[in-house]
């Protein structure tokens, strides 16, 4: 599997952004997919997680009621809707994956759990 982050960009605080994640491979409709950011001198941050199916998403405290991730496995894509952002938000953004048996219906917050990851995309949120 191999993952392509997009839609980064300067943004002002209160506004909006859509991240997509678009991956190649047959098995991407078995993967959950997490979103994780990384700020100069921080360490990464688990942002968001959906599951294989789409029926079940977990966020991070900092984004919650903000942030929407969500996926179109015929499009091979997942996306990460933002709004209200922040100045505080202002991070690379990546997207990762892994493969899960079917019944595993959960997202997976723990990034040593991903297998793939994409490039990163760099989201700026100016005040």
């Known amino acids: 599997v191999q993952l392509q982050a997009s839609g980064g960009g300067l943004v002002q605080a209160g506004g909006s952004q859509r991240l997509s994640c678009a991956a190649s491979?047959?098995?991407?409709?078995?993967?959950?997919v997490g979103w994780f950011r990384q700020a100069p001198g921080k360490e990464r941050e688990f942002v968001a997680a959906i599951s294989w199916s789409g029926g079940s998403t977990n966020y991070g405290d900092s984004v919650k009621g903000r942030f929407t991730t969500s996926r179109e496995n015929a499009k091979n894509t997942v996306y990460l809707q933002m709004n209200n952002l922040k100045p505080e938000d202002t991070a690379v953004y990546y997207c990762a994956a892994a493969v899960v048996d079917p019944f595993h219906t959960v997202p997976i917050l723990n990034s040593a759990r991903y297998t793939y990851w994409g490039q990163g995309t760099q989201v700026t949120v100016s005040s």
């Open positions: 491979g047959r098995t991407f409709g078995r993967c959950a």
